[in-house]
């Protein structure tokens, strides 16, 4: 049973940073690629970044030279540093794994509130 389990939400003011970290049950290299998403109110999920097996990164244009994906493949981490927070990054956010079968696996979500 695959577990991941995300944490570091909570409530910053407009320009502040959060970190989010994903705590991934087993090793990360059983999952062909690690992301993070959004859902705002309303809103559909958005992918916002992803980091494969190997290490390459995308990247929203909406979070493009603000938030950073990284991973420790020794703690089994999924980490997303979030800089420069604007209002309209206010969502819940979700860790993903994606299986090199193709399913996908998801947390249960951490709430961040960019106030103004």
């Known amino acids: 049973q695959v577990q991941l389990v995300e944490s570091g939400g909570g409530l910053v003011q407009a320009g502040g940073s959060l970190r989010l970290s994903c705590a991934a049950s087993g090793s990360m290299f059983n999952f062909a690629a690690m992301a993070w998403y959004r859902q705002a109110p309303g809103k559909q999920r958005e992918l916002l970044a992803s980091?494969?097996?190997?290490?390459?990164?995308n990247y929203a244009n909406s979070v493009k030279g603000r938030f950073t994906i990284s991973r420790d493949n020794a703690k089994n981490t999924v980490n997303l540093q979030m800089n420069s927070l604007k209002p309209e990054d206010t969502a819940v956010y979700y860790c993903n794994a994606a299986g090199w079968d193709l399913i996908s696996y998801w947390g249960q979500g951490t709430q961040v509130t960019v106030s103004s």
């Open positions: 980091i494969t097996n190997s290490g390459n990164t």
